[in-house]
């Protein structure tokens, strides 16, 4: 059976809201790495679901850079011709952003006929109004390859002050960013014969920036105010225009790219800097031949444009430039957001050294896009780089998608999915009055803050926090079902039983428009389970009233709609599979992160006292011994004396800079000066309640780094069984700062206030923790202090850890 055709191409619409989105076009010299696809084509993808999600007139626009010198170095490497380069991984992209789910509405190439086309008309323009000039410029030449060197086929060190990187590229050096010429290298060697070049003079055009520099510094501040630009970008932007601007050459001593239509430059193509940018342009003419409805339209017509750091100058200096240049009325970009650098285990990901986790690669984990996609997007480097480590997205599947999100939805389908008499047979419930539930009420209330932050977020391209803003409707979810106490209501009190679950429905298809943008296929997913259509029902427009149901979430999914079957929606991520993959996609030793060793030195602690048994200074409980009389190898006698817990005060508490889930305290133990402590507490215990209390603080581990702040101690914690509550261990109002906390023996059952009722604890453990990871477990031993016992104030028959 045929395809069906594919639906015909969007022009923009009078009177509607119109947006041109692109991502910069990733060379197709190698494949893709996360890095890569979070700093452009994974955050456009979000921004044009979520502008289709709300109606507007939107198309998203990318495709393969593949002229350059980064193409004919990559040739040489495979012994083959640029076209074939250019086929072969314009292929694996494609595949490789499919499996992502990103949509576009063209994914094209610039060495498409197209680019020929645009480049060549915007080239007459720029001689036509006198923006360009000849001149003659010194480049190095290869005696033994008998050719110029184009900038990526000379390497040499970094002439910038305190950089000195031995491998810098001719055009730009990839350790410090810095745009640079090949003759200024420092001992410059060809790339593929590794001998000394010598400089020898050329001719070539220059684009007279300095001339244009009045046009663009007057687009430049009227557009970066009303485009709400990233702080990222205003600030390359500056940097490049408070050095002066510069005559740029345009043009190169190459074979592969557009030919230069003049006579005496016939033999060069233009500088891929000068060309990648219009193929944009040229893309949405092989999208649609009346492109010009969307480029030459500024008055109707929004361009947004997503990239890494590194490409910013070209986009706000040199692009602008070229089309203020022809003097034609050009759709200009309005909104520009920009990433910073996503590491890899605290190295770089690197496509030339084959560092890091490559689109490739993430389909053979089997980790579900979605997955892929949340995590990216989650830790988004908007504001500074951040860093991809596999604890990290394990701790987000698991805790976040697994047991937030995916546990939310899963109860609420699976009860209404159950049959009479014991849930609704998968028929939603009618719930008259709603709003005069008190506990439904607040949940809305709630809700529709949420919303609008996330619409606010996303209207203003902070694509990290309108996720943020979405996971927590889906935290409110499962605390408004556990204070509920729905499976009571159930047999109890019908009425608000209904009412309960047919709110908590209507938030779960809430999440699934939310979310789309985000995770495509877990929409897609909820949706089925739902008994929804996908392309008739996910939708969140101002137009059809939908953003105005957030107030009344119980009008979601209307009452008697007949649900499909539940599903559970994530798998968890085990402790095997990480290692496994760690282990799998690590780069050379020398750079390993600094992380990466602080969790293997945490796992030899965890090996070495698991185990263990505790005994009270220096009285040791006898061991088990092996035949012959030799001790088990296993078990290592750790006594008490040797765990130096004292009373504390916090002092100050933030959040950690580049850790969500992460606090950073100051904290008193008596000592000159306070500790630096970082605690993963963000998601049990809110910044308030973290001011000023005395603590339990275990003060001999070794310090650790995590997420670049080094943590000299570790805050003691109670949580119940199942982990979903946590609570800090207090000693007594009177305990002083600095004392000693230490162990009941094990004689008795000790006493502690729980509830403000004097109970037992039947069991009772602490946990030593360094960077998220058990290290040891004691049973049946509470903590003291001169003052009385240490307590929870909730939480019975807990673990203290």
């Known amino acids: 059976m045929a395809s069906p055709p594919p639906p015909p191409p969007k022009l923009p619409i009078p009177g509607r809201r119109n947006i041109l989105i692109t991502s910069a076009l990733p060379y197709v010299n190698n494949v893709p790495h996360l890095g890569n696809i979070i700093g452009c084509v994974l955050s456009a993808d979000v921004f044009a679901r979520y502008c289709r999600l709300r109606g507007y007139n939107a198309i998203y626009i990318c495709g393969t850079d593949e002229y350059g010198t980064a193409t004919e170095t990559k040739a040489l490497e495979e012994k083959c011709s640029p076209k074939e380069i250019c086929d ?195 893309i949405t003419a092989s999208y649609t031949p009346d492109w010009e409805k969307w480029w030459k339209d500024p008055d109707n017509v929004e361009l947004f444009q997503f990239m890494g750091k590194d490409n910013v100058p070209f986009h706000t200096v040199m692009f602008p430039s070229t089309l203020l240049g022809t003097g034609e009325n050009w759709t200009m970009m309005k909104t520009i957001s920009v990433t910073e650098y996503l590491n890899y285990e605290a190295g770089k990901f690197s496509k030339s050294h084959g560092i890091g986790v490559f689109g490739n690669d993430a389909k053979i984990t089997n980790v579900p896009p979605e997955v892929w996609r949340y995590y990216l997007l989650m830790n988004r480097p908007e504001v500074s780089d951040t860093l991809f480590t596999w604890v990290d997205l394990q701790a987000k599947l698991n805790s976040e998608l697994l047991n937030n999100l995916g546990n939310f939805i899963n109860r609420v389908l699976s009860f209404v999915a159950k049959p009479v008499g014991a849930g609704y047979d998968s028929i939603v419930p009618d719930a008259p009055n709603a709003e005069s539930h008190p506990l439904t009420k607040a949940l809305a209330e709630k809700t529709n803050k949420w919303v609008e932050q996330y619409l606010d977020a996303m209207e203003k391209v902070k694509l990290k926090q309108g996720l943020k803003n979405a996971m927590a409707i889906s935290s409110d979810g499962n605390a408004y079902l556990q204070e509920s106490q729905f499976w009571k209501l159930f047999k109890e009190d019908p009425a608000t039983c209904a009412i309960v679950m047919k709110t908590s429905v209507g938030l779960v298809y809430l999440l699934a428009c939310l979310l789309e943008p985000f995770m495509p296929p877990f929409s897609r997913e909820v949706l089925r389970q739902l008994n929804l259509s996908p392309d008739e029902d996910l939708s969140f427009s101002d137009d059809k009233g939908e953003t105005a149901k957030a107030k009344r979430p119980w009008d979601f999914v209307p009452a008697g709609h007949r649900i499909g079957k539940p599903d559970p929606l994530f798998k968890e991520l085990k402790d095997e599979e990480v290692e496994l993959f760690r282990s799998r996609f690590a780069g050379s030793q020398a750079e390993r992160s600094s992380k990466a060793q602080a969790d293997a030195e945490t796992k030899k602690v965890a090996e070495k006292l698991k185990g263990t048994k505790l005994s009270e200074g220096g009285s040791k409980k006898e061991q088990k011994k092996q035949p012959g009389g030799s001790k088990s190898k296993a078990v290592e006698e750790v006594t008490v004396a040797k765990l130096d817990i004292r009373v504390g005060l916090i002092r100050k508490t933030e959040k950690h800079p580049d850790a969500d889930s992460l606090y950073v305290e100051e904290i008193d133990i008596g000592e000159e000066a306070p500790r630096t402590v970082v605690s993963g507490l963000v998601k049990y215990i809110p910044l308030e309640e973290m001011q000023n209390r005395k603590v339990c603080v275990l003060c001999n581990l070794k ?54 009722k004097s109970k037992t604890w039947e069991k009772l453990s602490a946990e030593l923790h360094s960077n998220g990871e058990l290290v040891a477990c004691y049973k049946d031993v509470p903590f003291t202090t001169t003052s009385g016992v240490c307590k929870v104030s909730t939480i019975a028959n807990g673990e203290i850890r």
């Open 88 to 282: 072969k991984y314009h292929a694996i992209h494609d595949e490789v952003y499919k499996w992502f789910d990103i949509k576009f509405d063209k994914f094209g190439r610039t060495s498409a006929p197209q680019q020929t086309e645009v480049c060549q008309a915007i080239f007459h323009k720029l001689m036509e109004n006198k923006w360009l000039t000849e001149n003659t410029m010194q480049q190095l030449f290869c005696d033994t390859c008998q050719r110029f060197l184009a900038d990526r086929l000379v390497e040499g060190k970094c002439p910038t002050e305190g950089c000195n990187y031995e491998a810098a590229r001719g055009d730009q050096c990839e350790n410090c960013s810095k745009l640079l010429n090949p003759t200024e290298l420092i001992d410059p060697k060809c790339k593929v014969c590794k001998n000394t070049p010598r400089i020898r003079d050329t001719d070539h055009l220059f684009l007279e920036l300095p001339l244009l520099s009045d046009k663009l510094v007057d687009y430049i501040n009227n557009t970066s105010v009303a485009g709400m630009w990233s702080q990222n970008a205003i600030q390359a932007t500056n940097a490049w225009l408070k050095e002066g601007l510069k005559s740029r050459c345009i043009t190169r001593d190459l074979k592969w790219g557009v030919p230069v239509p003049h006579e005496k430059y016939k033999d060069k193509v233009f500088y891929v800097w000068f060309d990648a940018p219009i193929g944009y342009i040229s």
């Open 703 to 756: 310090p650790v780094a995590m997420r670049g702040i080094k943590s000299h101690a570790m805050v003691l914690a109670a949580s119940n069984e199942d982990h979903t509550k946590v609570e800090l261990v207090e000693p007594p109002e009177s305990a002083v700062v600095g004392e000693k906390v230490t162990f009941a023996g094990y004689s008795g059952e000790p006493e502690a206030s729980i509830s403000g």
